[in-house]
């Protein structure tokens, strides 16, 4: 189904476009017929590969074959590899880089994939302390797409500046699924770099991005910006991070396009967001609306609620979804948000204990379980700390016997394997933790304490 959309459409010349590569339809569909070649339907299938036509031809490999598309995040150093590794039985990684085209795809084989078949397994961080596996299949993934092409309006003539990870959700979406479906110039940053991204998006004639702040932020405070180098813009959709009005509508008087906020999560990408048709003050102000069939909801604890086609069947760990999922069906996103009149919906805080540093999400629980396995470290509690790049960075209380600071927590979190974006930048080491009647941390305490410190 995924890989049908992604073939059946017209070709193009520069449909993958990274550095000094340009590389065409038919190029990308033969190279990723040789690397399907390789691989056996249903197996999982994992990749760890920086943003790149590596990564875009990992994904379309493993649907042409029917394979399970397993991304990992580049930046990772092990630890989330071999979650992966364990919980699915497999001990390699795909490089599409030893399987490079040899010529005419048309005779490769096809796998005949169903609906219902698993397409995607994308790890992201657990209340556990572990990372989940997140399951979609291809009628989710194939449905996310085409509604994302008809709700952005996007045609041929739009064309994609992606610089974040193809291993989340959103780059998936838009590096991969609508660029190949459309289909569009996709361009890729391996690297993000706010001065070479002013000049693809000049050079290019980009019409859109999506991603957290810090890259709209990067791009309006370089020295070299001017609206004359961006005026390729169409439409800006931010997310993944806190986002605030004054953003949003600084972005758009330096821009000078549609700049809208977008919500959603790796088990349900994209619930909310807006269209060119909405009042910018709708824009700026929230986080956007659903769009039909997809629908949203408030419970009693205020926590966001989430029922369509695009919604994850599951994580691997059946546990897992059954806590994540009510009787009647609906996911709980662990988000609290408020829904007016209209049906716009306003994200205000979070159930979990997730930091979202620069588009990432990081579980406070995890960093905590690494923190706590140092041998000086007692007992440790992780805090977003707001940032004015990022929305937010790692900040961690200790209670620790013995020598640990902010240069050994770093050396511990490399030797972990963690993602260097997992490791605090903000040690506070306290004698006791302050606690709530329930013996549980007082972290309204301790986001106080952190205001103090930070003040």
């Not at 394979?67 to 497999?90: K, M, N, T, W």
Request: charged letters at 20%.
């Amino acid at each position: 189904m995924i890989h049908e959309m992604l073939t059946v459409v017209p070709r193009r010349d520069d449909l993958i476009v990274a550095g000094d590569r340009r590389l065409s339809s038919d190029e990308v569909f033969a190279w990723a017929a040789q690397t399907a070649s390789t691989l056996e339907p249903g197996q999982p299938t994992a990749f760890q590969l920086p943003t790149s036509p590596e990564a875009v031809v990992a994904y379309r490999a493993c649907w042409q074959a029917g394979a399970v598309a397993v991304p990992l995040l580049y930046a990772d150093e092990g630890r989330q590899r071999s979650h992966a590794f364990a919980a699915l039985g497999i001990d390699r990684l795909l490089d599409p880089s030893d399987n490079p085209a040899t010529g005419d795809a048309s005779h490769r084989r096809t796998a005949q994939d169903r609906p219902d078949d698993r397409a995607l397994i994308m790890f992201t961080s657990g209340s556990s302390g572990v990372p989940k596996g997140v399951v979609h299949t291809q009628a989710a993934l194939a449905y996310k797409t085409r509604q994302t092409i008809s709700f952005q309006g996007l045609t041929s003539e739009d064309s994609v500046l992606f610089p974040a990870s193809l291993a989340h959700v959103a780059g998936l979406l838009h590096g991969v699924l609508v660029p190949g479906a459309v289909p569009m110039k996709t361009v890729l940053m391996a690297r993000w770099d706010p001065g070479e991204a002013l000049a693809l998006i000049e050079k290019e004639q980009i019409t859109y991005m999506i991603g957290p702040p810090t890259f709209f932020n990067d791009l309006m405070d370089h020295p070299d910006f001017s609206p004359s180098r961006t005026a390729s813009f169409r439409f800006l959709s931010i997310g993944g991070s806190s986002v605030t009005p004054a953003f949003v509508n600084r972005a758009r008087d330096a821009f000078g396009c549609v700049v809208k906020r977008a919500y959603g999560s790796t088990e349900a990408p994209t619930v909310t967001t807006c269209t060119a048709a909405d009042d910018p003050e709708r824009m700026a102000n929230t986080d956007g609306h659903p769009f039909s069939p997809t629908q949203i909801r408030i419970d009693e604890h205020g926590e966001i609620q989430v029922f369509g086609p695009e919604v994850t069947v599951g994580y691997l760990d059946p546990a897992h979804t059954a806590a994540a999922f009510t009787e009647d069906g609906w996911f709980r996103t662990g988000d609290l948000g408020a829904i007016d009149a209209d049906g716009y919906l306003t994200v205000v805080g979070r159930l979990g204990d997730k930091i979202t540093r620069g588009g990432e999400n990081i579980d406070a629980i995890e960093v905590e379980a690494i923190l706590e396995a140092h041998p000086a470290v007692s007992q440790a509690v992780a805090l977003g700390e707001p940032d004015d790049r990022l929305g937010e960075r790692v900040a961690a209380f200790v209670v620790v016997d013995g020598a640990f600071d902010l240069e050994e927590c770093r050396r511990w979190f490399a030797e972990s394997g963690a993602a260097r974006f997992m490791a605090p930048e903000h040690i506070i080491a306290v004698d006791d933790m302050p606690t709530m009647a329930s013996g549980k941390p007082d972290k309204s305490e301790l986001s106080r304490m952190l205001e103090d410190s930070a003040g």
